[in-house]
């Protein structure tokens, strides 16, 4: 099975402080997301990378950026957290973008609920 | 801007009964569909994934596609209370990376 690890399931910290969040996959993926999900407004997708050292922006960047320097690992980062970016964010990785194949499925790591205070 | 519309719910079936949950999406140039289920604080794991029109099956579960009407639907027989999560439709293009969620479908089966 694939896993999709991330470092931290829950952090608090505070407003203007640096926060990274990471994401290991094991399982060769081309393919990684980081998506924030808030009651209400479902999936939003803030950046996902399609191979290392590539990244694009998704729905919602402001605020973030995102590092891949190795294929395994995609980490996100606020440069300085405010209270409007508390909230879940979960990392997902996925094998390809082939049509009639299971390489399209995301799978998802375990979340990171971040509070900043 | 590609759309995918879920009925938010909560849709409340009894124990046993048939749920049907129902995605409408908005480009036709869709070719891949997934249906997630979601339990309360955890993360979203796949149920099934569907290419072609018509059904496909398993267990409990079946998929529905009709690409000339878009929509998808995922029908879950025999409900039970564990089965009670939100439901997550998502869908992509051809040669797309990245799938496009729904807002997802609370489901409720009590007893």
């Known amino acids: 099975d694939v896993k999709v690890t991330q470092s931290s399931r829950y952090l608090v910290k505070r407003t203007g402080e640096k926060v990274f969040l990471e994401c290991v996959q094991d399982m060769d993926h081309e393919n990684m997301f980081w998506y924030r999900q808030d009651p209400g407004l479902g999936l939003r997708l803030i950046y996902f990378s399609y191979d290392v050292k590539m990244k694009e922006k998704g729905d919602i960047p402001e605020g973030y950026s995102v590092s891949r320097e190795k294929k395994e690992r995609f980490s996100l980062i606020l440069e300085s957290a405010s209270t409007n970016q508390t909230s879940m964010y979960l990392c997902?990785?996925?094998?390809?973008?082939?049509?009639?194949?299971?390489?399209?499925?995301?799978?998802f790591g375990a979340g990171s609920r971040l509070t900043v205070l | 801007q590609k759309e995918v519309e879920q009925n938010s719910g909560p849709l409340s079936v009894p124990e046993g009964a048939i749920a049907s949950l129902n995605c409408t999406y908005s480009?036709?140039?869709?070719?891949?569909f997934f249906w997630y289920r979601q339990y309360s604080g955890k993360s979203p794991e796949l149920i099934m994934f569907i290419y072609s029109n018509g059904d496909k099956e398993d267990g409990r579960f079946t998929a529905q596609l009709n690409k000339a009407s878009q929509y998808v639907s995922l029908l879950i027989r025999d409900s039970q209370p564990s089965d009670s999560a939100t439901y997550l439709c998502?869908?992509?293009?051809?040669?797309?990376?990245?799938?496009?969620f729904g807002r997802g479908t609370s489901l409720i089966v009590h007893p």
């Open positions: 480009d036709r140039g869709s070719q891949s």
């Open positions: 997902a990785s996925s094998g390809g973008r082939q049509v009639r194949s299971g390489a399209n499925v995301l799978t």
């Open positions: 998502a869908v992509k293009s051809g040669g797309s990376y990245i799938p496009t």
